[in-house]
């Protein structure tokens, strides 16, 4: 049996790069707006309610199949959410900030609330990134 494959979400990347001057190398949705996660204590916390009226969540366009990047962006994926299917970076769901009004704000970045840190998805921050890893002590691989 064929099946059709839709590739409205291939032809567009629906997160990638961009430079921030106060955060380096940082992921933005395709209309540059900054893409963050939510966690408290590394573990990732839900963002539900009135918190996404406040940090709306990352979606794949209607189409989409799966989660697209730009050149640097690793570990994407999707998880069933309210509205579709939500991109995942690590396996962590990711948010937009509301009050990031232009490409490029990083006003979320740091703030605390509904239950937990907000921050701001860095490039080559995480473990499955294929940069160079710095050096740090002990061997634990993980957060």
Same mark, same amino acid.
């Given at each position: &049996? +064929?099946?059709?494959?839709t590739? &409205? /979400?291939s032809a567009t990347a629906v997160v990638k790069t961009a430079n921030s001057t106060t955060l380096g190398k940082i992921v933005v949705? #395709? &209309?540059g +707006?900054?893409?963050y996660t939510l966690s408290n204590n590394g &573990? #990732?916390?839900?963002c539900t309610g009135s918190c996404l009226t406040v940090w709306p969540a990352v979606l794949l366009p209607a189409g989409a199949t799966r989660a697209t990047g730009g050149e640097g962006v690793t570990g994407l994926g999707d998880i069933a959410a309210a509205g579709g299917q939500?991109?995942?970076?690590? /396996?962590?769901?990711?948010y937009t900030f509301s009050v990031d009004t232009s490409p490029g704000d990083t006003k979320g970045d /740091?703030?605390?609330s509904f239950g937990g840190t907000w921050h701001a998805v860095k490039v080559g921050s995480s473990s499955s990134a294929t940069t160079s890893t710095p050096t740090t002590s002990g061997s634990s691989s993980g957060y």
């Open positions: &049996a +064929k099946t059709s494959s590739s &409205a /979400g949705t #395709s &209309a +707006k900054t893409v &573990a #990732s916390v839900p939500q991109v995942t970076v690590d /396996g962590k769901p990711v /740091g703030i605390t």
